[in-house]
């Protein structure tokens, strides 16, 4: 158990309304990742950390952002949500100085309307 | 691009008996692990077991077990001696710099 929570697990939202997600760890691991994952397109790397304040693009950054301020925390924000952004949100650090074994918190289910 | 290809979307086994699922990356990194990931109904995301490239020896997890063939970039998973509570998705994953690139999943029925 590598002491990952995510907040909220479950949320509903209108198409424009901004959404923010929390990812929070216990172990103050470097890296730090968000996936989204769909059917049919298993995981798919939205953005990621690698440390406070440094972050970087994923395969489907477009409409989202993320933060970093602290180790433990990151952030990941749907500025105006869309009908598309309906997923299942992952978070997950990685142990490995090179960012490989991940582990993942348990997931936020998102409709938006 | 750097992929990886799971091209099975389902696989059936009945309990007690051994399935294979498989799993076909490509990747430019020379020294670099690769893994399984289980996902049952729970949607939680369970690291199943992992492979170090350059090492000649298939891992292995009590009833998980993988065949690694580096030259075929393959990579296989094996459980052994199936059980119920093995129904789930699984994905395999391999490395892009400080990114894994997962693969589409395999979704794994157990027949009593």
């Known amino acids: 158990d590598a002491g990952i929570t995510q907040s909220p697990r479950h949320k509903v939202t209108e198409t424009g309304t901004p959404v923010t997600l929390r990812c929070h760890q216990t172990?103050?691991?470097?890296?730090m990742y968000w996936y989204r994952q769909d059917p049919g397109h298993g995981l798919r790397l939205i953005h990621y950390?690698?440390?406070?304040?440094?972050?970087d693009k994923g395969e489907v950054s477009d409409g989202y952002s993320v933060s970093r301020s602290k180790t433990e925390d990151f952030l990941l924000t749907l500025e105006s949500a869309t009908s598309s952004q309906t997923s299942v949100y992952f978070c997950?650090?990685?142990?490995?100085?090179?960012?490989?074994?991940?582990?993942f918190g348990p997931g936020t289910r998102l409709l938006v309307l | 691009a750097q992929t990886v290809t799971q091209s099975q979307p389902e696989m059936s086994v009945q309990e007690a008996e051994t399935v294979t699922l498989s799993c076909t990356y490509d990747t430019s990194e020379s020294d670099y692990y690769l893994f399984w990931y289980k996902q049952p109904p729970s949607r939680q995301m369970i690291l199943v077991i992992r492979q170090e490239a350059y090492k000649q020896q298939n891992a292995t997890e009590n009833r998980f077990s993988v065949n690694f063939q580096k030259a075929a970039k393959s990579f296989s998973l094996k459980i052994s001696d199936s059980q119920l509570g093995d129904a789930a998705m699984y994905f395999c994953?391999?490395?892009?710099?400080?990114?894994?690139?997962f693969g589409t999943g395999t979704r794994l029925q157990v027949f009593p």
């Open positions: 997950a650090i990685s142990v490995m100085p090179k960012g490989e074994t991940q582990y």
């Open positions: 172990e103050n691991h470097r890296y």
């Open positions: 994953a391999a490395p892009n710099t400080d990114k894994l690139i």
């Open positions: 950390s690698y440390g406070v304040k440094d972050t």
